[in-house]
């Protein structure tokens, strides 16, 4: 007879980089063992023989286990609103069986309650019990760019009840309320706000968000950059619990270049260059921040995945900050120096001779000269994954004009490998270069994915004809 010893409690969230240990035993001894079946969001993910500490007893510890089956998210428009996130929350369901080593035959066999997963990298506190909670979110207040973004990553235990946030300048000023449905049970949801349109004179210093479930209420403070030194910097990485988190410092930004030949011997004894590797050193310096805001830049030394916005643009960058000056006796104000990295030259796409057409293909038409939108259901036509479709993310992108996605407070640009999350895309919007039409005129492959995994790959082919 199978025994489960310590399990996790029926539906409760733990975080997948702590330690989740599972015991079981057996009263059948040594000739036996143990088999375990591990589903995820009821999909096998694996299966493995778990060996016993003694003839009875076998030991389990769940972390890191499901690492790979997480997949973050960078989504460069921020969408406004509370918007619930399921891709970081993976349900997990683990049957056992015993089997006879003798004989091959099935001894027993039990099921564990089913609980869930929440990603994280590096261990933290973290109960679910918890009505309401921020999710690699710190306390202090930190500093925010007037036209910047507002992102809190937002745990809740509810029960029938609605999550409500409020935005506010120091006067009281409402800039933006949001409220959810009714809600039961726990979720994790994502608070966006950009500042951008919002009208900030400049005697106010800072913003206020509450976050209320309820009884419940986080407060969460943010001091407006005034009087920048120089142009204020937006660093957006990813936290320890996988959400994006725009970060702002106004200290100076220099970017340098190192070059590194590679040479081979030729027959005469002379070198020759074959091949010269430029790596680009981006160094951000924080200014004037806080000692209560220094917990911010080990947040940015740590994360995994980091983008620079400049030039309109969202550079991927690899963190290299080795040092933070976290406490200094009498020093109110800190000046540290974050450096990142990024290698130049990487292989582009060839825009000329006959494009690789992949299947299944959809087309798009409009007229030459005339923006034209593109809707969402010639994508979801192709999509037959038994998951929602999540996001799509463009693999290839044309010299002839670019492809905008339209959500429902702005447009941007398609960038090359950024996942745009499918509930924010409205559409897309495409304007041939002036003058050319063609049937094809461009293609650009992209990919759909259900959260999880790429379910397939495509190809957007655009027609433009001459009227």
């Known amino acids: 007879m199978i025994e489960i010893v310590n399990h996790p409690v029926v539906s409760s969230y733990l975080l997948d980089g702590n330690i989740t240990k599972i015991t079981i035993k057996s009263d059948n001894g040594a000739d036996h063992y143990f088999r375990a079946k591990i589903y995820v969001n009821g999909v096998l993910f694996d299966e493995q023989g778990w060996s016993r500490i003694d003839n009875f007893t076998a030991h389990k510890d769940l972390l890191y286990l499901y690492y790979a089956y997480f997949k973050p998210v960078f989504n460069p428009l921020f969408p406004n609103g509370i918007h619930q996130q399921t891709h970081l929350v993976n349900k997990v369901q683990i049957d056992i069986e015993e ?79 949001e409220a959810t449905a009714s809600i039961s049970g726990k979720k994790i949801f994502l608070y966006s706000f950009d500042l951008t349109n919002s009208t900030i004179d400049y005697n106010h210093l800072y913003i206020t968000v509450n976050i209320t479930l309820v009884a419940e209420t986080i407060v969460k403070n943010y001091k407006l950059i005034r009087n920048p030194d120089h142009a204020i910097k937006e660093i957006v990485y990813q936290n320890n619990f996988g959400f994006f988190i725009p970060a702002y410092f106004d200290g100076q930004l220099s970017e340098s270049s190192s070059f590194k030949p590679k040479t081979y011997d030729q027959y005469d004894g002379t070198k020759k260059i074959y091949q010269i590797d430029e790596n680009i050193t981006y160094a951000v310096n924080t200014g004037t921040i806080e000692n209560t805001e220094t917990y911010l830049v080990n947040d940015v030394a740590n994360s995994l995945e980091t983008y620079l916005h400049l030039n309109n643009e969202f550079i991927p960058i690899n963190t290299g900050i080795k040092r933070n000056l976290v406490q200094k006796d009498r020093t109110h104000v800190y000046n540290n120096s974050l450096s990142f990295y990024k290698k130049a030259g990487i292989p582009l796409y060839n825009n000329s001779g006959t494009p690789v057409v992949l299947s299944p293909t959809i087309y798009a038409t409009g007229s030459m000269d005339v923006a034209f939108n593109i809707v969402k259901t010639i994508f979801e036509a192709i999509y037959s994954d038994a998951s929602p479709l999540y996001a799509i993310e463009f693999l290839t992108q044309t010299d002839k004009s670019s492809l905008a996605v339209n959500t429902a407070s702005d447009s941007f640009t398609a960038i090359v490998g950024v996942p745009y999350l499918w509930s924010d895309v409205v559409s897309f919007r495409y304007k041939n270069l002036s003058g050319e039409f063609g049937s094809p005129y461009t293609s650009l492959d992209f990919k759909l994915t259900n959260g999880t995994v790429d379910v397939l790959t495509a190809t957007l082919v655009i027609n433009i004809i001459n009227p």
């Open 99 to 177: 089997f006879n080593l003798n004989t091959a035959s099935s001894t027993g066999q039990l099921s564990l309650p089913a609980f869930f997963m929440l990603y994280n990298v590096k261990s933290a506190l973290f109960a679910d019990a918890d009505k309401l909670a921020l999710l690699g979110v710190g306390d202090s207040v930190l500093q925010l760019d007037p036209k910047g973004k507002i992102v809190l990553p937002i745990y809740i235990n509810a029960a029938t009840e609605v999550l409500t946030i409020s935005t506010k300048l120091n006067d009281g000023t409402v800039l933006n309320t």
